[in-house]
Structures are given as structure tokens and as C-alpha cells.
């Protein structure tokens, strides 16, 4: 063996000397460690060497170690439902010797050798016959799904000199003997083979049969044949993280920070190295999340903590600030008025984010928070009706049930019995509190005073619109200090509507007293200030702790829309048109913007500095109309707040104009609201912010557009976080809300494919992405045998914190075990996300290489590298006996920075492949899935398996290239109606429009989660297909013959074409020959009613 020394470590390179002798990718130990490399190069006596584990703490002269050997990969049982790293050592049997961190140096097999596996050999073979390379000698089940084929390497041939019977053997122990010359070779269950080195066959066959996937954009217009190459460009994942202290909006309307739901967060933990940790949560959390139509409940099933060494601050014209990792994806509006996701980091001043603006709510009135009463000992009940109820209820119990009351509540016996008896007596909420667990229907009083006090004070059983308000007065202009509550006002109109609500809620009277300039209300009680603490409204010295109240926050819209008039009435105004509300605190501020989002109203907002104030602005004609319908004439015309406290006065400037005015009379009589002498129509149809954008104006009551006015750059060291959202994987929050964003990987794909086996690897993903990959695929099922899924798949996980050397062995690893189950006749399906990061990592060797950089920094090889990968797919027939056909068919993820296609590792990959499947981030957006493009997808194999098809039906092809015109013309049309509307176009062009969108809605759209869509057998595919196909023609016949499109768009077939997804395959023919029959008929009585 040769043995060097270390002459220079640059990262993951190592550059050793004294290795002459040695070969190219030969295994090399390196240092005391023995740490894993690979020679990739070498120079005279010099060898360039990629070391796959962290080469922190390699000095020079350190030795290295040749082993003779290539990097090679273990062949046999226990391969199926494990979990590898780019060198194949099983990351699950390391989590349980050594822990979640993979130490340097660490030598694991790749195959366990404890475990005994049932080999049954392969009958009719006998001792003495002649066996050659790939003949199979046994069989083992290694789970439901795949028996596992015990072959002869394909390195090795002669006479079967010894053959094990049927036992239990594990994978280190021979089960024959081959003899070959007079050389005996031990053949065990497992065999080594080089991860570079492409495994032998027979000869290649033409990909001529469909790989099924159920996914009709795929098989119907893209089709990928059974061993060919696709690849898939588009974001798979990008670290979209948030930073601690970033509020989450959750499903009850709390607020609650990211990163104290994660120290909340109880779950299995997955830790994947000293900065990420996953959390997959036991009970899932329910977040906003926006489905592409309307913000709605959602759950969150992991939460994510990772690290960052930087952030992107964003500036936005209404006053957010969103700071988060550069990978981040955030909703924008692209030029043609799609919603799409970008990086944080490609986000430019100008562009427009989308963000939430309505969140539908239906949550009923809040009760009051009675609990932080009963548990203080000062407060009693002096509700004389219930006290009566109590005593009776006391009489009635027996001594040891008194003395049990006594003991729970604190009270001694005594006390208690002088209650039950005297009328005068208060009863103690100590004691309500016990009484009430045992005797439910006992309520509560409604009526409450304090032991020393004579004072009395109604307590409403719930928070409706009074309180609300007057919690809002209090919180713009009020205070509290020891016992007194203070309410501060110069407008003797807002005062008295303050007094009013106190007298009516809670039957109190207030004093009103001066001070100087300033006038004030005060009201003396020391039981009012308990109630007001309960309910959320606690003061500081200096103002800026407030918050909106919890209870505020989870009531209705009309409760909101109160809370809201009272923040206005004692700390709004209006002026430069536009209405302002005034607050000193932060945290009141940021609650207040999220109760915007129960109203609608888009609004700015001002975050100034701790101890300065900080502003909500409503600016636009059409939101100041809604701040004034429903929060200022909230209660409609029999009660209108501002006429009530008789405020008077008017706004001279129109509302479509300048606004609305801070004093002004307001009179409501139907749909017509007059402010002063100017007459506003409330029913007519408003202006909207989003008018022009046709694709997003259907969203537009749910979000808004919000413009960037500043991006940078900060250097931030540290934790991050991350929630992933089921379906959506998006979630609201932000001190003001914005929609944040994670990702999914392909996993549709993967789950249908109608494959043997099925082998991931994750190429220098992120962990929280890897993890979430992972786990989804353990909750998948096999749509064949209904078996889990993970039965026939293997898993290779290479991080992007893993060293970056590691991403080469990685895809490499899985093309060997992919051509390793090929040649037992399985028929497998690779899937590699992402080859990006793995020609990312190409780039940096080859930097440190000094070698010549090609286009962007890639090494003039990236294309014969890549070519090294594709071209190991493909249907082959199989070396050994017996005779056998396998393929393997490969599925490379790209991911190119900002979707730019025509980046090297994009245009260099489609070199090499037969079918490409362009994913399109405004049709994810508008939740069109599968959101593959038709305009930039396309494939090689049509021909190919157009046989295939035509055992179905020989009308395949003709509909395909129909369907694919349609959508093309579609594409044309659509220049014309943005620029002159859809009104100028000829009925014959409108038919393309409608149907096309039939073509996009009715079949391309499929949902993974609809238990009969998320799966389309190939037979019914088609059939939808001749369905629109025959609508198309016999309209266009119609139009012909004068009939109008307006006619034909209201046939109630559409109705039954639009809902034929959701047929069941098995009675789809039946389906398909009425829909057919209807078509016919109904556009025919068109005609003849024209004729």
C-alpha cells in the first residue's frame, strides 16, 4: 500500500505527496482519524484527494494511507427502507451507537452482520453446474414487497462447486462456492462493486413503455418512458427560515413567536447535526396559511431550528419589516400579474409583495376570563340571587363534604357555616371556585364586590361590542393606577361616551375632575381594576408594554370592529386624508395591524423607537369607505356610535377624494351613507388595489400588494426557524402580517410511478428539507399493494452541512444500487434532488483544484460528469440466468438560481435527457397542481411510446398535439386580451379561450390528495381527453353555424365535464359514453334552434 503525507489542505481538498504509485478514485485514509478520501487527481507524485468528512484539524505531514481499493458500495440485503450517507453508512444504527452527530473517522458496515436472513436457493440448481455473472443462486424476502435476488458478482463465473441449503444466514456468511481454474471464490449474500463504475448487461433496449405515474400532465402530454432520463428544473428547497422573536399567527388569533413555539414544542426530535433540529410535533399546530384563494386554517407538522450566518432585511411601503434568511421564499407579483415566490435575496425595490389583507373568521363571543377572579381571595359574590342558590346548596350537604369544601377552598369550617346562614354575608369566590367543579350548573354571579368594600360591580358574561369599545377608549387614553382607573379626553363628547359605557356595563359612576389643562375621568375601584387585568389591560409607568387583549383578539368582527372604534375615538384622527391612530406601545401596534386582517382594511403602519409613538395610517378612498362602514358605523342604523355621543360637524372634501372626516354626523338609510352634505353610494362597486392583474383579482379580497422600498444585507450569526405547513406550506405572521413560506420535495411522482423499487437521494438539501423528505416518505403507501412505501424505496441523505465531496458519492451511491436492483428485473425509478447542489460542489473542487474555470465557475467537465450519471439509465437486458429484463429510469431535480434556465447545469442536464418537466412557481401559486408548465416542458419519447398508447387507443397522438395547440394558442391569445381586453377577440378565439381553460382545469389540475383524482389510470386519462376534444369540435361546428358561444358556455354538460376527475375509474366508460351522448345532443338542439 502506498502511504504520503499531507502537503497542503485547502477545505475539502487535501493535496498529499509521496503517493506515487497510487490510482485514480482510489480510497485514501487520511491523518490519525483515517479520515475517507478519494484521489481525483494526481500530478507526478502528488495526489488531489476530496475528502469526504471535515478536514478540521489536518496538518501537514499528517499521513495518508492508500487502500488499493475504489470507493465501492455493499450489494445485498438490508438495503430496503434504510436510510445512507453519501458513503453509505446506515445514519439510523449511527444515531444508536454514537448519537445524532456522525464523528470524524467513524467506520460503520454498510449491511448489517447480525441480522439473519431466510435464503432460499434457486431450485433446479444444481452442484457442478456451470454459473456465470448476475445468475441467481437464491432468494431472499427482504419485505413484502421485494425478494431480494442473491446473485453471482458480475465479476465471477465457473462451476457451482457449493450451494448452502434453504436457512437462516446473514450477509457475511458464504452460500456458494464458485471454482474457476482451480481458483475457489467465496460468494457471500452481499457483493462490492465500484459507485463509478457503471454494472454490465446484455444490451440496451429502446424505452418503447410508458413509466405510469398517474399524474395526467405526465403521461397524457410529457410522457417519461420506462428507463429513460427527465429532469425536473425548479426551487426544491431553499432554507426559508424566519428569525426568533417573529410572531405566528395561530388558528385561535394568539400570537405566539417561533421560537417559543419551538421551546413549547413537544415531539419526536430529530437532531441533524449541532445547529438543525426538527421537531415532528405530537399534536400538530393550527396556523393561517393561504391556499392561493383565501387565507384559511391549516396545520403545522414540524417545526425547524437551524442556523444563519446572514439575513435580508425588507422594507415595504405600508411599514413592514421582514427579516429573513436570503433563501427565503417570499409572494410577489411578477410583471404579467401572477402571484409567484422569489428568493428574499433576488427581491429588488420596486417589486411588489403579496400579503395578507382578510382572514374569514367565524369565532363567537368571548367569555369573560372569570378564573384570574376566582382564585383572589378578596373578591366575593354580592349577586344577592346567587348567594341565595349557594346557601340553599350548602344547607343541603353533609359534614364531611363541609369539612371537604373547607379543605379545598382554604375557608374553615366555621366560616363557611356562618355563610350558609347569614343573608348578609358575602359569599367568597374561593368558594364559588370550588363549588363550581363539582356542580357545573351553579354558573356564576353576576354581581361581584370586594370583602372591605361596599362597592358593587355588574359583570357582563361575555366581551360584546360595549366592552370592547370601552376597552379600546382605555387603552388609547386611559390608565390605571393603584385602585383608580384613569380616562383622559379634552373632547367632552368622548368623555361622555366613556362615562356612558361604564354606567351601562358594569353600573358604576365615574368623577370627573380637572387638572390643569388637562380633563380627566377617574373612577375609584379596586374590584374594576382586578376585572380590567383579567381581561388583558394592564399599564405600565411608561405606556409601552400595552397589547391588544387576548379576549379582543379571538372575538368576532363586530367585537373588533368596537375594539377599534374606541382605539379611533380616543386616539385617532383625521387629517391630509387620511385617518391615523396614535399608540405608544409596539406590541398594541402589532396587535392591532392583525386585527386589521378580521376586517379587511388594507392599512401602513410606522414602528418608530421604544419610547416614541408609532402610527396606523388608512389612505386609500376605497379602505377609509370600509374604515367607516365598519368600524364607525359599525352597528348600523339603529345605533349608530357617532350619533349617539353626538358628535357633529362634516368634511367638506369628497370621500373618493380625501377622506373622511374626524367630526362628522353620520346618517345611514339603505345602501347610502351621507357624511355631512356628501353622498357616498356603500353598494357601489369599489375600487380595488389589485384592478388589472386578472389572475390575481379573484384573490384579491384575501391579499393585497404591499411595495418594496428598501433591501440589504446584514451579517446575523445565529438560530433560525422554520414551521412546515401541510398542503400550503405557508403560514402568516410578522409584527406586521405577512405571508411566510417553506417547500416540499417531489414525492408524487415517486409514490405513483408504477415501479419496483424507488430510491431517493438528497443531494446537499437542507437538513430541515432532508428531514421532512423523510419523514413524508415513512407516512406514504404504496397505491399497488397498499403496503408502506418505504418497503421498496432506499434513501440516501446528503445534507448541505455535510462536506460538499460527499454530494458526488451520493449520486453515484444511488445509480449503483439503482443498476444493482435493475439487474434482478426490477424496474426502478431514481429520483436525485438536486443535481445542482451536486455540480455546486464540482465548482468548489475544481476552485481549489486552480484548475481553468468554465461558464459561471463550473469545471469544463460538468457536462461529461453529468453525462457519467444519465447515461447509467436505461432498459436493458439483464447478464444471468434466467433471462431477465430490468431498467432504471432516472429523475435529476435542478435547481437553478432564480428559475434561470439557462444557467450551465440547467442547459448542460438537458443535453442528456429525454423528457424535461418544467415547474412554473405562479401556477403553484395559484394553486395549479401539478404545477408543470406545457409551454416549456416537453419530450423525447412520444414516439417511443406511442406503441404503448396505441394498445389503448390509437387516438393518443392526435389528441395530444390537439390538446398542446389549444394551450398554445391559449398562450398567443392571452398577449392580446392583456393588452386589449377579451371583448375584442372573434367568437371562434373565445371558444379557444374557454376550452383551454376546460384543458387547464378539468384535467391538467389534479389534486395528490383527493382519494379518486390524486390518481389517473392511463385508460381514463385518455377518455377525458376525447371528452374535450369532442366538445371542442362540435362548438366549433356550432359557432359556425351562428350559434354564440354564450349558448354553448351554458350548456349543463360543462357542469359534468368539470366535475369528471372525480369519477371513479371503474365506472368511467359508462361516465364517458354519457357525457358523449350529451354533448352530441345538446349542441346539436343548438343548432337546429339557429337553423
Not at 445514519?91 to 448519537?99: F, H, N, Q, R, T
Not at 359514453?1073 to 354533448?1079: F, G, L, P, R
Request: aromatic share 8%; proline share 5%.
Amino acid at each position: 500500500m502506498v502511504v504520503g503525507r499531507v502537503w497542503r489542505v485547502s477545505g475539502p481538498l487535501v493535496v498529499a505527496e509521496n503517493m506515487s504509485g497510487s490510482m485514480i478514485y482510489e480510497v485514501v485514509y487520511i491523518g490519525a482519524e483515517s479520515l475517507v478520501g478519494e484521489i481525483i487527481g494526481i500530478q507526478g507524485d502528488k495526489a488531489f484527494i476530496q475528502v469526504y468528512e471535515d478536514t478540521s484539524g489536518l496538518s501537514v505531514g499528517d499521513p495518508v494511507e492508500g487502500s488499493g481499493k475504489l470507493l465501492s458500495a455493499e450489494l445485498g440485503p438490508g438495503l430496503i427502507g434504510k436510510v445512507f450517507d453519501g458513503l453509505q453508512r446506515p445514519l439510523s444504527e449511527l444515531e444508536v451507537l454514537i448519537g445524532p452527530f456522525v464523528r470524524r473517522g467513524v467506520k460503520l458496515p454498510s449491511l448489517p452482520r447480525n441480522v439473519k436472513w431466510f435464503f432460499r436457493r434457486e431450485r433446479g440448481l444444481e452442484v457442478g453446474a456451470k454459473v456465470g455473472p448476475n445468475d441467481i443462486l437464491g432468494y431472499v424476502d427482504e419485505t413484502p414487497l421485494i425478494t431480494h435476488k442473491i446473485m453471482v458478482p458480475p465479476n465471477v463465473s465457473g462451476y457451482l462447486k457449493e450451494l448452502v441449503a434453504d436457512g437462516d444466514y446473514s450477509v457475511d456468511e458464504v452460500v456458494a462456492r464458485v471454482e474457476r481454474g482451480g481458483e475457489v471464490f467465496n460468494i457471500k449474500m452481499f457483493q462490492e462493486w465500484p459507485i463509478r463504475k457503471a454494472r454490465p448487461y446484455i444490451k440496451r433496449l429502446e424505452p418503447t413503455e410508458l413509466l405510469v405515474t398517474g399524474t395526467r400532465v405526465l403521461d397524457a402530454l410529457f410522457p417519461i418512458a420506462v428507463g429513460g432520463k427527465a429532469a425536473v428544473p425548479g426551487g426544491f428547497g431553499s432554507g426559508k427560515c424566519v428569525l426568533p422573536g417573529t410572531p405566528v399567527l395561530l388558528a385561535d388569533w394568539s400570537l405566539k413567536s417561533i421560537d417559543e413555539i419551538y421551546r413549547e414544542a413537544r415531539g419526536k426530535k430529530l437532531r441533524i447535526n449541532e445547529y438543525e433540529e426538527v421537531v415532528e410535533l405530537d399534536e400538530p399546530l393550527d396556523v393561517i396559511g393561504f391556499d392561493g384563494v383565501e387565507l384559511r386554517v391549516f396545520k403545522a407538522t414540524h417545526i425547524y431550528r437551524g442556523f444563519t450566518s446572514s439575513i435580508v432585511e425588507l422594507r415595504t411601503s405600508s411599514g413592514r419589516v421582514l427579516k429573513v434568511t436570503p433563501e427565503h421564499k417570499l409572494p410577489v407579483l411578477d410583471h404579467y400579474g401572477n402571484l409567484t415566490f422569489i428568493d428574499a435575496q433576488n427581491v429588488s425595490p420596486g417589486t411588489y409583495l403579496v400579503v395578507p389583507r382578510y382572514v374569514p373568521v367565524a369565532s363567537e363571543y368571548v367569555g369573560i376570563p372569570m378564573q384570574w377572579l376566582l382564585s383572589d381571595p378578596e373578591v366575593c359574590s354580592r349577586d344577592y340571587e346567587y348567594n341565595e342558590r349557594v346557601r340553599n346548596l350548602l344547607k343541603g350537604l353533609s359534614r364531611e363534604e363541609l369539612e371537604a369544601l373547607s379543605k379545598a377552598s382554604n375557608i374553615d369550617l366555621k366560616t363557611i357555616k356562618n355563610l350558609m346562614n347569614s343573608r348578609t354575608k358575602a359569599i367568597p369566590l374561593k368558594l364559588v371556585e370550588v363549588l363550581i367543579k363539582a356542580y357545573p350548573d351553579l354558573g356564576l354571579p353576576k354581581i361581584l364586590g370586594v370583602r372591605r368594600g361596599k362597592q358593587k360591580l355588574s359583570i357582563p358574561d361575555k366581551v360584546d361590542e360595549d366592552l370592547a369599545e370601552l376597552l379600546g377608549l382605555l387603552l388609547s387614553s386611559g390608565s390605571i393606577s393603584g385602585d383608580d382607573v384613569m380616562f383622559y379626553s379634552n373632547d367632552i363628547r368622548v368623555v361622555q361616551r366613556y362615562i356612558s359605557l361604564v354606567s351601562r356595563i358594569f353600573n358604576l359612576r365615574c368623577r370627573e375632575e380637572t387638572s390643569g389643562r388637562a380633563y380627566h375621568v377617574k373612577i375609584h375601584s379596586p374590584l374594576l381594576v382586578k376585572v380590567f387585568k383579567a381581561l388583558g389591560a394592564s399599564f405600565n409607568e411608561a405606556l409601552n408594554d400595552l397589547e391588544v387583549p387576548e379576549v379582543i383578539m379571538k372575538s368576532p368582527e363586530r367585537v373588533v370592529s368596537a375594539f377599534i372604534r374606541g382605539l379611533y375615538l380616543g386616539c385617532g384622527s383625521f387629517d391630509e386624508g387620511r385617518v391615523r391612530l396614535v399608540v405608544k406601545s409596539p406590541k398594541l401596534l402589532r396587535g392591532l395591524a392583525y386585527l386589521m386582517l378580521k376586517l379587511g382594511i388594507k392599512y401602513s403602519a410606522e414602528f418608530r423607537d421604544q419610547d416614541e409613538l408609532n402610527y396606523i395610517y388608512i389612505c386609500e378612498p376605497n379602505e377609509l369607505r370600509k374604515f367607516c362602514v365598519k368600524v364607525l358605523l359599525g352597528r348600523g342604523s339603529d345605533e349608530i356610535v357617532l350619533k349617539t355621543a353626538g358628535f357633529s360637524g362634516m368634511s367638506d372634501q369628497e370621500l373618493s377624494g380625501s377622506g373622511v372626516g374626524y367630526n362628522l354626523q353620520a346618517l345611514v338609510h339603505a345602501d347610502r351613507v351621507t357624511y355631512g352634505l356628501v353622498s357616498y353610494d356603500v353598494s357601489a362597486k369599489p375600487l380595488t388595489f389589485l384592478e388589472g392583474f386578472e389572475d390575481v383579482v379573484d384573490t384579491s379580497t384575501y391579499v393585497a400588494l404591499d411595495m418594496v422600498k428598501d433591501v440589504r444585507v446584514l451579517k446575523y450569526e445565529g438560530d433560525v426557524y422554520d414551521l412546515v405547513v401541510d398542503s400550503v406550506h405557508n403560514f402568516v405572521g410578522g409584527d406586521i402580517p405577512v405571508i411566510y413560506h417553506n417547500t416540499v420535495l417531489l414525492q408524487t411522482l415517486t409514490k405513483w410511478s408504477r415501479t419496483n423499487v424507488n430510491i431517493y437521494v438528497g443531494c446537499g438539501e437542507r437538513g430541515n428539507e432532508m428531514a421532512d423528505a423523510l419523514h413524508s416518505f415513512r407516512k406514504l403507501v404504496d397505491p399497488v399493494s397498499g403496503r408502506p412505501l418505504y418497503e421498496k424505496a432506499v434513501f440516501i441523505a446528503n445534507t448541505s452541512n455535510m462536506p460538499v465531496a460527499a454530494r458526488e458519492t451520493s449520486v453515484f451511491l444511488g445509480a449503483t444500487l439503482g443498476e444493482y436492483f435493475r439487474d434482478m428485473g426490477y424496474d426502478v425509478l431514481l429520483v436525485a434532488d438536486s443535481t445542482s447542489r451536486w455540480a455546486e460542489a464540482m465548482r468548489e473542487i475544481s476552485a481549489r483544484m486552480e484548475e481553468m474555470p468554465g461558464e459561471e465557475g463550473f469545471p469544463a467537465y460538468l457536462g461529461s460528469r453529468l453525462a457519467q450519471f444519465y447515461e447509467r439509465s436505461g432498459r436493458v437486458e439483464c447478464i444471468g440466468n434466467p433471462k431477465r429484463y430490468g431498467s432504471l429510469t432516472i429523475v435529476g431535480a435542478v435547481s437553478p438560481p432564480g428559475a434561470d434556465f439557462s444557467e450551465p447545469v440547467t442547459q448542460n442536464t438537458l443535453r442528456y435527457i429525454g423528457t424535461l418537466i418544467a415547474l412554473d412557481v405562479s401556477l403553484a401559486n395559484r394553486r395549479h397542481f401539478p404545477s408543470v408548465s406545457w409551454l416549456l416542458s416537453y419530450s423525447l419519447y412520444v414516439d417511443n411510446v406511442s406503441t404503448w398508447w396505441s394498445k389503448l387507443n390509437n387516438a393518443w397522438s392526435e389528441l395530444r398535439r390537439e390538446f398542446l395547440r389549444l394551450l398554445q394558442k391559449e398562450a398567443e391569445l392571452m398577449e392580446i386580451v392583456r393588452l386589449v381586453g377579451p371583448d375584442a377577440l372573434p367568437e371562434e378565439d373565445k371558444l379557444v379561450l374557454e376550452v383551454s381553460r376546460m384543458i387547464r382545469e378539468d384535467f391538467l389540475q389534479q389534486s395528490a390528495y383527493h382519494p379518486v383524482d390524486s390518481y389517473s389510470p392511463p385508460e381514463k386519462t385518455l377518455l377525458m381527453m376525447d371528452i374535450i376534444v369532442r366538445f371542442y369540435k362540435k362548438a366549433y361546428d356550432a359557432l359556425l353555424r351562428g350559434v354564440p358561444l354564450s349558448s354553448i358556455k351554458g350548456l349543463p354538460v360543462r357542469a359534468k365535464i368539470a366535475r369528471m376527475k372525480e369519477e371513479d375509474p371503474k365506472e368511467f366508460s359508462k361516465f364517458y359514453s354519457e357525457v358523449v351522448n350529451e354533448i352530441e345532443e345538446s349542441i346539436s338542439k343548438l343548432i337546429k334552434v339557429i337553423g
